[in-house]
Structure formats: structure tokens, C-alpha cells
């Protein structure tokens, strides 16, 4: 009687072999499929009804695999696709760019390890890509034995971009805040610091998805690990460590967090003189934070997956332990491709966020297309910005000092006359930075490169200033 309920409740559309395991969320695969052989006899056993109908909600009940493959097709095979060529094709000029003379820094050199590792995330998704058009058996003939390890190659590049994405913003973090460490740091070489970053995190790039990579040369070589309940109650347990510690929530605390900071030291120094250094860590520092937003904005349908997936932990735990199958719902494998979208787009569209925000990369840009006139113009005209002034007092030996902190954002090499018969900048200030908060050492050499404009009484209009080297400038009548 108990087995004929069984049946009957639990229908052939419950009970259809695992055909969708490789696409689903993370480390859910592998429990679908270990738990398979066992779920028809469990289902038909003779158990108790109400712990059957308690594992059934707890198990879930199958999902609508057509509808599934239908928005897979769509969204990952054809959008994900056209994002992933252009992807490649815009990281790459990035890459060229980016690796060009006149782009040594050491901000630039981490974006273009970034390039490299959003290009082969891209690579990647273009060889699943037969898998998600349905043009590709993914369980038989040779694409079916190298399917398994093109998802692990896309996990950890995916891994190592995020990681990445943290070192550059720990990068501007130190140039932007602690710009005298940030200098004593520069003279161990840029190799070595380019070093210090990238190693570490392809390092644990690896580390984190290596039950991953085990997985699947389980699977490939038929070791059987996916027969033994520990094994499986640690891959399930470590979804709480990867991804969602790793690639989840630690990123979003330190980018957050960072970014604030450098956001704050930003706006609480922008009143005053900065030499052409600090400008351009304030302008790199923009180009992060925008890298940073985009990424944290396209990443929070994966950190949903990951949050779910740790508070269904239980649920696999108890179906795991009465060996029947737990089953993934429609809506977290739709979700799933979701997320997988934004991964590709995210990668895909950093060299727009270049293009838009970085002045030095479309200039190098135009070059590298031949557009020299184009190239020049740009130059001239951001060399030809505004000046914003504000005016800061001091008291010296029983009298008044006035300082004309200027915010430099055009050339250096223009004389623009304030108020008429004010204060004028001079032409070349190649200093750096002296002081650690960069504000006194600045101001003093603001004094010493500063040029007045004074009107005699006969009329004539006389100018003069002292350059760096303490020479006369120049005198017009």
C-alpha cells in the first residue's frame, strides 16, 4: 500500500535522470548527481507518508527544463556570446594600450593583468557556448570530456579578476591616502610590486576552486569520491567559505569600505594645491572607483545565488543523509544564468569604462588608430582646464600671509591671469610630494612658483616671478 502511494505521488516527471548537472549552481551538480542512483528505491520503499511528503519539501520538486533551455539559449548563448567577442576584442586594445611606453605605472599594469584575466573569463564562455546553443553533447565525444574543465578554467579566472579588482583598489588606496609610503614602496621596482599583487592572487585563485578541479577528476577518472557522504557534506559545507566568502562578501566589505575612504581623502583635500602627481592619483583613483561600482552593481545577482545556496545548506544535509535527490528550483536556475550574464558583461565592458573616464587611454587610443589630429586636440584641450581657486590665510611673525591654493585641472604651461591684476601661475611645477599629508611642503613651493602682477604709476603693467631654480622669470612692459 505504502509503495503504491509512493508512486503515485512521486510521478515519472520527479523521477527524470539528471540531464541539466553541469549547468547547475556551483557544488549542487555534484550532489544531484551522486544521489541519483539511490532516489527511485528510496522514493518506493515502503516509507512513512508524512516523511515522505516532509522530504518532498524540503528536496524540492523538479524543475521546467524547457523553459530553462530556452532562456539559457537566449541569454548566455546569444547575448552572452555577442558580449563575450566584443569583450575580447575591447581587452584586447586594452591590453596594447595599456602595456604601451607611455602607460608604465603601476596602476596600469594591474589593469592589464585584469585585461588578461577578463579575456580568458571570455574564452572561456565562448567555448561553453556550443553547450549553451545546444549544438554540443556535453556527455559524450571529446567536447563532452573537456566541458568539465572549461567551467573550472571559468571559475578561476572569474576568481582571479575579482581578485584582481581588490589589489587595484588597494593600489589607489595607498597612492591616494598614503602617498609618502606609496612613494617609499615605488622605489622597490614596479616588477616586484606588480609581483607582490599578482602572484598571491592567482595563488588563491586556485586554492579556493580546488575542490572544484578534484570534482571533476573524480568524475573524469571514476575515482568515486562522489559515492562517500563526507566527501559530499564538504563540498556542500565549503559554499560557506567559496564562493560566498571569497568572491562574495569579503569583496563587497574591502571595496565598499576602501572606496569610501579614498572617496573622503579625496573631498577633504580637493580645496587645496596639488601637484601634478597627486592629480593624477585623484584621476586614476576616479577611473577604480568607477571599475568598482560597476563590478559591485553586476555582481549582486551571484552574491544572491551564493547567499541562498549557504542558507539551503540544511536542506541538501537532510536529503543527503535519507539519499534522495535534492533538486534545484526554477528559479535559482534561472537566477544562475542570470548572474553568469552579468559575470560576462562586467568583463566585457571595462574597456568603455577606459574610453569614458580615462584621458591618457583615448588619447593613446587615437594614436594606436592613427588619428594623430584627434590625439593632439585632446591633449589641448585638457590641458586647457579650469582653474578653481580658493583663497587660504595663515599668520606669520606678527603679520599676514595670503596663499592662492590652486586646483590645477588644464597646462601648466598657460598663464592665466586670475583677476586681472592678481596672482598668475607659473608656467612648469614638477615637484612631488614632500610632505605625507601633502599639504605644507606644497604650499611652500606654491610661494616660491608663484608670479605677481603689479601696476607701476606710469602706467606700465609689470610682471615677475621666480621659478624652481630661483631665477627671474620674466618681465613685460
Known sequence: MSSEVNSEMFDDDYLHAPDDRLYMPYNVSLLHLSMWNNTLQNMTGGRNLSWMIYLQSVCGE???????????????????????????????????????????????????????????????????????????????????????????????????????????????????????????RAQSGKHVLLFNHLVPSMILAFLVNMLRFIQHISMAFDLGLQRHSVYLKLIIISQIFHPF???????LILLSSLNYKVYNHMSETRYFHSTRRRTRDFLLAKVMSILVVVFLALNVPRLGISFFEVISIKSMMICLENEVQYEVSQDIYKADIIARLCAVINSAINFMIYCMFGSEFRRQLFLLLGKNNLARNLSISVSRGRYQCREHSSDMENGSARHNGCNINGDNNNHRNLDGL??????????????????????????????????TPNGIEMTSGIHSTGQVMETHL
Open 62 to 184: 523538479p524543475a521546467d527544463h524547457e523553459a530553462v533551455d530556452n532562456l539559457r539559449f537566449w541569454a548566455l548563448g546569444v547575448v552572452g556570446t555577442l558580449f563575450a567577442l566584443l569583450g575580447v576584442l575591447g581587452n584586447s586594445i586594452s591590453l596594447v594600450i595599456l602595456c604601451s611606453r607611455t602607460m608604465t605605472s603601476m596602476f596600469n599594469r594591474l589593469l592589464a593583468c585584469l585585461c588578461i584575466a577578463d579575456i580568458m573569463f571570455l574564452l572561456t564562455n565562448l567555448l561553453l557556448a556550443p553547450a549553451y546553443l545546444m549544438l554540443a553533447d556535453i556527455y559524450d565525444g571529446l567536447y563532452g570530456q573537456l566541458f568539465p574543465w572549461i567551467e573550472c578554467c571559468s571559475h578561476f579566472s572569474l576568481t582571479l579578476s575579482i581578485f584582481l579588482i581588490i589589489c587595484i583598489t588597494i593600489e589607489r588606496y595607498q597612492a591616494v591616502c598614503y602617498p609618502h609610503y606609496y612613494q617609499v
Open 245 to 251: 566568502s571569497t568572491t562574495g562578501v569579503i569583496p
Open 422 to 455: 592678481g596672482s598668475r601661475k607659473a608656467s612648469n611645477m614638477n615637484h612631488d610630494d614632500l610632505d605625507v599629508n601633502g599639504i605644507k611642503s606644497e604650499l611652500r613651493q606654491e610661494d616660491v612658483t608663484t608670479t605677481t602682477t603689479l601696476l
